[in-house]
């Protein structure tokens, strides 16, 4: 029942699932055409290639997981999936390369010094109840999320717009930051910030006319949570709680109707009951299991994408226990190099998953390829083991002043089935590893946050819109998420600090390079396997080529029947 | 009835608070927690009350219909009503579907003990008394949604009907019902089997058989009604086992039921959507245990309840 805890939807934020989604490079393609130039042009929403073959009209019955909520409260994975083809921002995120591309502007340009952003924005665009969309509905939004009223606090990004703090603590009546004229909209910025674009793509443009009498803390109870309306290419027909959502294709949407008609998707909380559905008929796409694909990948009526994996997996430790030796380099590096990465590939995931190294993932500009690594080498583990003083005792299992190093493991039900494969690759070099705590994962995400778990196996999703934070969140001190492994390098944390202020790209990829020098060669972790996303769908149903999952939700408009 | 519901409502109250997990973990985003978002999150959903404080108010805004789940921020009791009649319309069929094939296998089986028919129905009742449901549902679903294209293999009605139209819902319900109400065929078939063998070595079938009665008249008019009424005890006390049930069947099957709810709302420990379904299962199962006395009394004259 709760396959795939760490990669279901309702545990995603809409954080994570930026960073799932595939983002690096476009931070780089972001500095790279900072100040200046305006940029321009009207891609298809989605921007994949369009299948030549596919027709107008019919409908598509599609897997994917139920919203939290479909108004602008969302924190839920799948809740940004839907968004990318019922709502606009004034830009949005061009997959795979994640660079920043017009959406509801037209064009948009930076002031010389980047404190200043003007959007020109597009003229005709029609809100899903007829209404005609108009500047008015920008600034409308940033007050929305900004409103004294609104429970969540200022993000970082909101409260860097000029006003927006004042508005925020009722100093104001508006945030004196953004301006409405005609076709245009003018943000001006306290300090030039190189992640405002891509903040810009996942605030989606909500119309004033229907929510001016809304109260923000109410939102989430208000009927637009449960039948939004935005300004997509698909609108929310009808959402049936536990069952199904139906959208039907926006004909007024501003840059052309969609090819299908509707899109139904039915919420199935078992994958098994999914595929059953796949196999039978009744749905024509969903993601399955790698022990499923290669059935599906040999059967002619069906086609298939081999995406690349989000979620990095590895082995991580509370290093602040003193009864283990988790707190010593050598430790952990030994425990890397005791992980056959290649036969828990083979084995675990039939091929259909890479060898994990890193943090960061190596489709982003961060990734820094020279970084030390901790490849299988069981000799050398347990070389590193003898000299850390733990000799093999009785049973196999390392000792050293009386403690056996055998120590608890937390799991649950998902990464439970892989650590079963791991537990005879640590033995191998002497490591007890028959305690084994399941839970679940609200528990394993409790329980990581206050460092109450000796070691787990643990993931992250990468594709962050600013792949920086993907560091910060393991590598700094202090941290402000849940990953109480207690790691501290003062050289780490003064070299995050220098990143805050340096302002070229060149500077920021170098600092970013030698962080990960630093942090990877302390061996915080070991790292373990990035799993592929594995998309089926019918033959008769025809999809964009993705690199990626967003891509696939993002290009809806771009599905068609042959 | 009513210190029935304030005692499963305090104790599943307790046992939901002290289950590991923070709810505000959940919902604020993992990367983004700072000491303000965290603190914001549990001033929101009030998790900062002490618990008794908590449960008085949790209560109180539940029988004002004002209790919210934390996740959807919807009205729990218009969540429950949404997803009831899923639940509802299953457990009928599933109690329906039990009594009459149960009965018609006990009867069966009694009128001809020890034969093979009555070793086959003994092997059935068996296994259905210890079949998982989720192997079953699986089992079925491969078999006629997918090998044989006779039913559709999950939902509760066709795509894009919103209407409760029970001639195009049957198929969707009809391995659900099986699966759901095999547990209880088991059950009865055994107890109807055992009491009409009792029955029918009564005095009063000897007498019916000496008066030249057809053999028909007087294992269903005489015998049957009479080792019909524990049969109606059993209903009451399976009702519990029917709602543990309702959680596995929807989920396989992919019902918009309150089984299913319950089970989401506990892995993103949504309180209030827990205690809100525990306290209706609750109630469910006193409701049906009152029904089953009162059936009782009716079917058997001589009980009479002071």
């Given at each position: 029942?709760?396959?795939n805890?760490?990669?279901?939807?309702r545990k995603l934020?809409?954080?994570?699932?930026?960073q799932l989604?595939?983002?690096a490079?476009?931070?780089?393609a972001?500095?790279?055409?900072?100040?200046s130039?305006p940029?321009?042009g009207?891609p298809?929403?989605?921007?994949?290639t369009?299948?030549?073959?596919?027709?107008v009209g019919?409908?598509a019955?599609?897997?994917?997981?139920?919203?939290?909520?479909?108004?602008?409260?969302?924190?839920?994975?799948?809740?940004?999936?839907i968004?990318?083809f019922?709502?606009?921002?004034?830009v949005r995120?061009?997959?795979p390369?994640?660079?920043?591309?017009p959406d509801l502007?037209?064009s948009?340009?930076?002031?010389s010094?980047?404190k200043?952003y003007?959007?020109?924005l597009?003229?005709?665009?029609?809100?899903?109840?007829?209404?005609?969309?108009s500047a008015?509905?920008v600034k409308f939004?940033?007050?929305?999320?900004?409103?004294p009223?609104?429970p969540a606090?200022?993000?970082i990004?909101?409260?860097?717009?000029?006003?927006?703090?004042?508005?925020?603590?009722?100093?104001?009546t508006?945030i004196t930051g953004?301006k409405?004229?005609a076709?245009k909209?003018?943000i001006?910025?306290?300090a030039?910030?190189?992640?405002f674009?891509?903040s810009l793509?996942?605030?989606k443009i909500?119309?004033?006319a229907?929510?001016a009498?809304?109260?923000?803390a109410?939102?989430?109870k208000?009927?637009?949570?449960?039948k939004p309306i935005?300004?997509?290419?698909?609108k929310?027909d009808?959402w049936k709680?536990?069952?199904?959502v139906?959208y039907?294709a926006?004909t007024?949407?501003?840059?052309g109707?969609p090819?299908l008609?509707?899109?139904?998707q039915r919420?199935f909380?078992?994958?098994?009951t999914?595929l059953?559905?796949?196999r039978?008929?009744?749905?024509?796409?969903?993601f399955?299991?790698?022990d499923?694909f290669a059935?599906?990948?040999?059967?002619?009526?069906?086609?298939?994408?081999?995406?690349?994996g989000t979620?990095?997996w590895?082995l991580?430790?509370?290093?602040?226990?003193?009864?283990?030796?988790f707190g010593?380099?050598p430790?952990?590096?030994a425990v890397s190099?005791a992980?056959?990465r290649k036969t828990?590939?083979a084995?675990?995931f039939?091929?259909?998953?890479?060898e994990?190294?890193?943090l960061?993932?190596?489709?982003?500009w961060v990734?820094?390829?020279?970084?030390?690594?901790?490849?299988f080498d069981?000799?050398?583990?347990?070389q590193?083991?003898d000299?850390l003083g733990?000799k093999v005792?009785?049973?196999?299992i390392?000792?050293?002043g009386g403690?056996?190093l055998?120590y608890?493991t937390?799991?649950?039900?998902t990464?439970?089935?892989?650590f079963l494969?791991?537990?005879?690759?640590l033995q191998?070099?002497?490591?007890?590893?028959?305690?084994?705590?399941?839970?679940?994962f609200?528990?394993?995400?409790?329980?990581?946050?206050?460092?109450?778990y000796?070691?787990?196996?643990?993931g992250?999703?990468?594709?962050?819109i600013?792949?920086?934070s993907?560091l910060?969140?393991?590598?700094r001190s202090?941290r402000t998420?849940g990953?109480?492994?207690?790691?501290?390098?003062?050289q780490?944390?003064a070299?995050?600090?220098q990143?805050?202020t340096?302002?070229?790209?060149e500077?920021q990829?170098?600092?970013?390079d030698?962080i990960?020098m630093?942090?990877?060669?302390?061996a915080v972790y070991?790292?373990?396997?990035?799993?592929?996303?594995?998309?089926?769908?019918?033959?008769a149903?025809?999809?964009?080529q993705?690199?990626?999952?967003?891509?696939i939700?993002?290009?809806?408009?771009?599905?068609?029947?042959? | 009835m009513i210190?029935?519901?304030?005692?499963?409502?305090a104790l599943?109250?307790?046992v939901?608070?002290?289950a590991?997990?923070?709810p505000?973990t959940?919902?604020?985003d993992?990367?983004?927690m700072t000491a303000?978002?965290?603190t914001?999150?549990?001033?929101?959903?009030?998790?900062d009350d002490?618990?008794?404080?908590?449960?008085v108010?949790t209560m109180?805004s539940?029988?004002?219909?004002?209790?919210r789940s934390?996740?959807?921020k919807?009205r729990?009791?218009?969540?429950i009503a949404?997803r009831?009649?899923?639940?509802?319309?299953?457990?009928?069929l599933?109690?329906?579907?039990g009594l009459?094939?149960?009965?018609l296998?006990?009867v069966?089986q009694?009128?001809r003990?020890?034969?093979?028919?009555?070793?086959?129905?003994t092997?059935?009742?068996?296994?259905?008394?210890?079949i998982?449901h989720?192997?079953f549902a699986?089992?079925?679903?491969m078999?006629?949604g997918v090998?044989?294209?006779w039913?559709?293999?999950?939902?509760?009605?066709?795509i894009g009907?919103?209407?409760?139209?029970p001639i195009a819902m049957a198929?969707y319900?009809?391995?659900p019902t099986?699966?759901?109400?095999?547990?209880?065929?088991?059950?009865v078939?055994?107890?109807v089997?055992?009491?009409?063998?009792?029955?029918?070595?009564q005095?009063?079938?000897r007498?019916?058989?000496a008066?030249?009665?057809?053999?028909r008249?007087?294992v269903?008019?005489?015998?049957?009604r009479?080792?019909?009424?524990?049969?109606?005890t059993?209903?009451?006390f399976?009702?519990?086992?029917?709602?543990g049930?309702?959680?596995?069947?929807?989920n396989?099957?992919a019902?918009?039921?309150m089984g299913?709810?319950a089970?989401?709302?506990v892995?993103?420990?949504?309180y209030?959507?827990?205690?809100t379904?525990t306290?209706?299962?609750?109630?469910?199962?006193?409701i049906?245990n009152?029904?089953?006395?009162i059936?009782y009394?009716v079917a058997?004259?001589?009980?009479?309840?002071?």
């Open positions: 029942m709760a396959k805890e760490l990669s279901t939807t934020s809409r954080r994570q699932f930026m989604s595939g983002g490079a476009a931070y780089a972001l500095l790279a055409c900072q100040p130039s940029v321009s009207s298809t929403p989605g921007g994949a369009s299948a030549p073959t596919a027709k019919g409908q019955i599609i897997s994917l997981g139920e919203p939290d909520t479909l108004g602008p409260t969302s924190r839920a994975l799948v809740g940004a999936y968004f990318s019922i709502a606009n921002g004034l995120l061009k997959y390369d994640m660079t920043v591309v502007a037209d948009f340009s930076p002031s010094d980047g200043t003007t959007f020109n597009h003229k005709g665009v029609k809100w899903h109840n007829g209404q005609v969309f008015d509905d939004t940033f007050e929305f999320m900004a409103h009223n609104n606090p200022l993000s990004d909101l409260a860097n717009i000029v006003g927006a703090k004042d508005f925020k603590e009722k100093k104001a508006e953004v409405a004229s076709d909209i003018e001006s910025l306290i030039p910030s190189p992640n674009l891509t793509a996942v605030t909500l119309p004033k229907v929510l009498n809304v109260s923000p109410d939102i989430a208000d009927p637009f949570a449960r935005y300004t997509g290419p698909f929310v009808e709680s536990g069952e199904s139906t039907s926006f007024d949407h501003f840059r109707r090819n008609d509707k899109i139904v919420i909380p078992d994958p098994s999914a059953a559905e796949l039978s008929g009744g749905i024509q796409q969903a399955v299991t790698a499923q059935d599906f990948q040999s059967n002619p009526q069906y086609q298939t994408q081999q995406l690349a979620t990095g590895f991580s430790w509370d290093m602040t226990n003193k009864t283990f030796p010593e380099k430790f952990r590096q190099m992980i056959d828990l590939v084995t675990v039939k091929g259909l998953a890479d994990n190294y890193s960061a993932s190596p489709l982003s990734y820094n390829a020279n970084a030390p690594k901790n490849p069981q000799a050398k583990a347990k590193l083991l000299d733990w005792g009785s049973g196999g390392r000792e050293k403690v056996r055998e608890a937390m799991v649950t039900t990464t439970r089935d892989w494969a791991i537990q005879p690759m191998a070099v002497g490591i007890g590893t028959t305690k084994v705590d399941v839970v679940d609200p528990t394993w995400i409790s329980r990581l946050n206050v460092g109450k000796e070691s787990t196996v643990n992250w999703g990468n594709f962050a600013d792949p920086r993907d910060a969140a393991h590598f202090p998420s990953d109480a492994t207690g790691y501290k390098n003062d780490v944390d070299l995050f600090a990143a805050a340096a302002v070229s790209q500077e990829k170098r600092i970013y030698q990960q630093l942090a990877e060669g302390d070991a790292y373990l396997i990035r799993p592929k996303v594995l998309e089926v769908n019918v033959k149903l025809s999809l964009p993705a690199k990626i999952q967003a891509e939700y993002d290009g809806m408009p771009q599905w068609g029947l042959s | 210190p029935l519901v304030i005692g499963v409502s599943s109250y307790a939901i608070i002290f590991p997990g923070d505000a959940l919902l604020v993992r990367e983004q303000e978002t965290y914001a999150m549990r001033i929101e959903l009030g998790l002490p618990a008794p404080v908590r449960y108010k109180r539940l029988f004002t219909g004002e209790l934390f996740r959807t919807q729990v009791v218009d969540t949404e009831a009649p899923a639940t509802l319309t299953l457990g009928v599933a109690i329906i579907f009459v094939f149960g009965t296998i006990g069966a009694a009128t003990p020890y034969s093979r028919l009555d070793d086959l129905g092997i059935l009742s068996l296994t259905g008394f210890s998982p989720f192997w699986l089992m079925l679903i078999l006629f090998r044989l294209h039913l559709p293999p999950s939902g509760i009605r066709p009907s919103s209407d409760w139209n198929p319900l009809v391995m099986i699966v759901l109400g095999t547990g209880l065929l088991a059950y078939a055994r107890f089997r055992s009491s009409m063998l009792e029955a029918l070595g005095d009063y079938i007498t019916a058989r008066k030249g009665l057809r053999e008249i007087v269903l008019r005489h015998a049957l009479n080792s019909l009424l524990p049969v109606i059993i209903v009451g399976i009702l519990p086992l029917l709602i049930g309702a959680v596995i069947v929807e396989v099957f019902l918009p039921g299913r709810l089970v989401d709302a892995f993103a420990r949504d209030p959507v827990i205690l379904v306290i209706f299962s609750a109630i469910a199962v006193i049906g009152l029904i089953s006395d059936l009394a058997d004259p001589r009980i009479r309840y002071g």
